[in-house]
Structure formats: structure tokens, C-alpha cells
């Protein structure tokens, strides 16, 4: 059961074969057995899951919902959700009970899913494996030796698992692909500005960007189809309708346009992942698809770009955070100072505080030139090369990460390796472009995701690329051993 896909599911509801309260207890289930393993829970929230799960059971009974309804999920623990545990992976917000409701967590709820809890991540989202959660790290269910990845590697680590049927994650740099392309799962980052962020938990607002996390394509289309959508309360939020996910997932890839950006293929990537990569366009072309060599020539300096932009916006997001307004307080402050001084100290893990110390330099009088404004100006033209890019293709197709899931505990001493893994990911956020990654294969016994990148707004054709390319594979449908027995 715990493997079905959210349509199935939903049949089986509606056919009474199931209901969503026994589907509910039989994932509460799963987790009570396999996530003392993972770690991929910070809040498992059984009362509010089961209560949600009755209503969904009451409007099945009248022929009502969604095909979302009574389906249980899960959600990234930065999503505020009213009267539930809101952590971001920190110890700054460990005792936050949001008054409200973020859009996205709301607008599923109205779909009627149920909420089985909410799952770890790293600190504010800012991290590649999941090791910067002050809740302990996730490990992957492939193998528990490995990370993730991250940031949204609990919600990454619990599909996998059968610990949840989908989830929602957020994708600053990659937080939705890579651990995506590490757990063998599919997902999908948005076009800057399609889903609110309005309840999310910044961390930097110019790239930050809600999505799906499911097992398959069409998974993903169910739960995009319930966040999409312009928000008064998010001013980025867009205004363009809403497409329907669902209807072309079938439409045939003749003639499609694929470009392999050849930057995406240098030094650093480990050849088992081309090989996985190459083969995949190979299936592709095999659907109708033809394959052009393209150029994104910017891409190197996506890193230094990024790793400039987020943590200047991370240090003024994070400025709220000061023991007063909102977050964790100090014990006996001597005075204003020492209070803020140490509430923060306390409060933040040590790579929040690196990314506060180095953005908060980025922005200060004298530099602002040198780093911020230049980093800027990269981003442009980091945009303006996936614009002419896809002025010439469809979509453009290479690997999510350079290699599949590492050692936990390899990199954390070396965070310039640590920041190498984002390269193939952070230019789309840059860009504000949609991207996904989808199950291609296995290297090094672990998962290796496809990364398939399109024009803003084009999710409708991102996800019938992907779903097509699941019609004939079945990697997305692989299982974890440790999930299997339960
Ligand atoms: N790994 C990147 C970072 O640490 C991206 C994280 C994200 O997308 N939230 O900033």
C-alpha cells in the first residue's frame, strides 16, 4: 500500500477499499518503526493526521475532495502550520507554534490531504547532506551510511521510505533536486514566483521557492496542482493561471528539443553519472526526441554568484531572529546587548552563523560593490544564457548533482567540496527558471537523478517529459530494502 502512486490511492478511497484513517495509521505505523532509523521526522503530528483523515473520510463518503484527499503527507519543517511545531531545522525556533497557516500548507489542506508530520532539514535550509540540522542528521534509505542531501532531506528520505506518499520541499540552490536525486524520488522546483511563499520560512528571498516531492512525475503533477497559483499575501507571487498538471502528462515527445549543456559534462563529474545521464537521453531520443549540444558558458560562476546572494539575504532575513522579536532567548541577559549577542550565539548552528558573518560582510559599506552588486550582475548574465538557451531547445537536460549520495560525516570539515555539489543546480535558481529531478538509475549501488530544466512557467511540459520517460523506465519505482520488510 505504502507504495502506490496518489492516484491509485485515491481510486482505492473512493472505492472504499481503503480508508483514509487506515491509510493514515498504517503510515503512522511506518514511521513508528523505520524513522527511529532515518531521522527524517522533526514532528509527528498523529492527533491533528488522524482528525484530518476523518473529514477527508467524510467528504469521500459524499462524493466530495480532491484527488488529494485523505492522501497523507508530509511537510518541510519551514512551512508555518498553525498550532503545529515549526522548527527550520533550528534550535532558534524550537519551541515555535506558528499562529498561522503558510499558503502552501493551507491550499493542501483545502485539497483535503492529511498531514502526518513534519520533516527534518537542514538549519534554515542552507546545506547540501542534511548534517546542519540541530535535530541530528537524516540518513538515506538506500543506505543509512549516506546522506540524503539537502536541504529537504527529510522529506526526501520519507518517500523513499514509505513514510509518507509525498511531500512538499523548498528549493533555494537545489534543496528539492539533489536530495530528490540522492533518495531515488522525483521532484520538482517551480518558476520563481508559481508557488507563494508567503508561511515559508526565508532564507533567501530572491531564489527561495516551494515544490513537490513525490515518487513519480504524475505524483508530483497532484500536489503542484493544489500550490500553484498567485497569493496577495507573497508580493513575487505570479500572476500567470495556473495550467492543468495532469491534462498533458500523455502528450507524445515527438520532436522535442533537448540541449546538453556541455559545461554539464567537465571535470568533476563521476563517469558512472554521465553514463546514467547519456543513457537517459538516449531513452529520450528513442521517444522522438532529438539532441543538440548546447553551451551555458556562465556556469562556473554560479557558485561564487550564489554563494554571495544567499547568505547577503540569509543575514537580513535572518536579522528577525533576535530573542526579542522572534527565536530562542538567552538565560539572565546582563544587559540589551549581551542579551541579542548571546540569544544568537546560542540560537544558530555554526554554518547559519558563517553564511550571517560572510553575507553581513557581503552588504557592509565598501563591499557592496565588490560582492553584492557584482554577484548580481553574474546573475544576469547567468539568466541570459538559459534564455538563449531555450530560444534554441525545449528543455535542457544534464545530472542534478556531480555525484550520488556521499558518507555522512566526508564533507562536513570541507565546505568548499560541500558548496562544489550545488554546481549543476544553483544557476536554475539564479535564472528563476523551473527544474526537476527524476530517478535515471543507479551508480555506486545509489540513486542518480536526471536533471531536466525548462522555460519559466513551462512545469505543464517539464512534468510530461518526466512522466513520459517514467512510462517506459521503472527506476522511480525502486524501493529502498529497509522499507520493504516493514
Ligand atoms: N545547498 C545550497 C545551500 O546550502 C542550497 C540549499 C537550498 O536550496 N535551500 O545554500
Known sequence: MFEQSISTLAQKLRNKDISSVELTRLFLARIAKLDPQLNSYITVSEQRALEQAAAADALIQNGQGTSLTGIPIAHKDLFCTEGTLTTCGSKMLNNFIPPYESTVTSRIQQAGAVMLGKTNMDEFAMGSSNENSFYGAVKNPWNLDMVPGGSSGGSAAAIAAGLAVAATGTDTGGSIRQPASFCGITGLKPTYGRVSRFGMIA???????????????????????????????????????????????????????????????????????????????????KLGATVKEISLPNLQLSIPSYYVIAPSEASSNLSRFDGVRFGHRCDDPKDLLDMYKRSRAEGFGSEVQKRIMVGTYALSEGYYDAYYLKAQKIRRLIKEDFVKALNEVDVIMGPVAPTTAFGLGSKTSDPVAMYLEDIYTLSVNLAGIPAMSVPAGFANGMPVGLQVMGNYFAEAKLLNVAHQYQQHTDWHLQTPTMAKGA
Open 203 to 285: 532564507y533567501a528571498s530572491s531564489l527561495d521557492q516551494g515544490g513537490p516531492m513525490a515518487k513519480s512525475a504524475e505524483d508530483c503533477a497532484h500536489l503542484m496542482q493544489a500550490m500553484a497559483g498567485f497569493d496577495e499575501k507573497d508580493s513575487t507571487s505570479a500572476e500567470t493561471p495556473v495550467e492543468d498538471y495532469l491534462a498533458n502528462l500523455n502528450a507524445p515527445l515527438t520532436g522535442l528539443k533537448i540541449g546538453l549543456p556541455k559545461e554539464y559534462f567537465g571535470e568533476g563529474l563521476d563517469p558512472q553519472v554521465a553514463d546514467i545521464i547519456m543513457a537517459a537521453v538516449k531513452e529520450f531520443e
